[in-house]
Structure formats: structure tokens, C-alpha cells
């Protein structure tokens, strides 16, 4: 099992940048792709963004495509997502997830993939 923890999350100005960081602890992540998700109070849990096992490959969902960066570092066993140009509409708690499928080279459709050890959530509030 993985154990993902998220941080990095704050208060922001819109226009503004974030990083945010999410840390396996125990089991290597290395094997498996990162997935990044936010939920906004009343709205439903939506996909941000993705990355492969190996970093070859990254997944953004329209919304924050050419704003925001995917990417890891399976040394020290983390998952980055680089927010820039941030809007009020980004604000919602921001969630990393793991694809319980050993070294997919490809995603087909991050949005409706099955995520497993979610962590705790991470809060970005944008401000206008």
C-alpha cells in the first residue's frame, strides 16, 4: 500500500502561483501514476491533472491546461502540481491519488480511471 500526503496549499491572490506536493511515505510510488483532483464546496470531485510512472506522459484537464504543471520525482518519492495564473474558480481542496495499475504506459481516461489511496486534501483558496 501507498500512503499520499498533500501539501503546499494556502491563501493566493488571482494571478498568483502554488506548488503543491504530494509525499508517498512507506511503499515507493515510483511504479504507478500520480493523479491530482480538487472539490470546491457543492460541486463534485473533478480530475486536474496526471502523470505516468515514468513521467513520460502527463494529462491536464481543460481547465487548467497551460496554467498548471504535472510532474515527480520518484527519488524522493513526491508528485508536484505547479499552479500558476490562479483564478477564484481553482479555489477547492486540492487531492493526490494513485493508479493501482503496475506501470501503465498510457492513461485512456484519467477522469474515469480508478484512484486508490487518496490522501488527506490540501486547501487553495484564490482570491480576486
Given at each position: ?36 483532483f ?60 494513485r ?8 492513461l ?21
Amino acid at each position: 500500500q501507498v500512503q499520499l500526503v498533500e501539501s503546499g496549499g494556502g491563501s493566493v491572490q488571482a494571478g498568483g502561483s502554488l506548488r503543491l506536493s504530494c509525499t508517498a511515505s512507506g511503499r515507493t510510488f515510483s511504479n504507478y501514476a500520480v493523479g491530482w483532483f480538487r472539490q470546491a464546496p457543492g460541486k463534485k470531485r473533478e480530475f486536474v491533472a496526471a502523470i505516468t510512472w515514468s513521467g513520460g506522459s502527463t494529462y491536464y484537464a481543460d481547465s487548467v491546461k497551460g496554467r498548471f504543471t504535472v510532474a515527480r520525482d520518484n527519488f524522493w518519492k513526491t508528485a508536484y502540481l505547479d499552479m500558476n495564473s490562479l483564478r477564484p474558480e481553482d479555489t477547492a481542496n486540492y487531492y493526490c491519488a494513485r493508479d493501482p495499475t503496475y506501470r501503465r504506459h498510457s492513461l485512456a481516461n484519467p477522469a474515469q480511471d480508478q484512484w486508490d489511496d487518496w490522501g488527506q486534501g490540501t486547501q487553495v483558496t484564490v482570491s480576486s
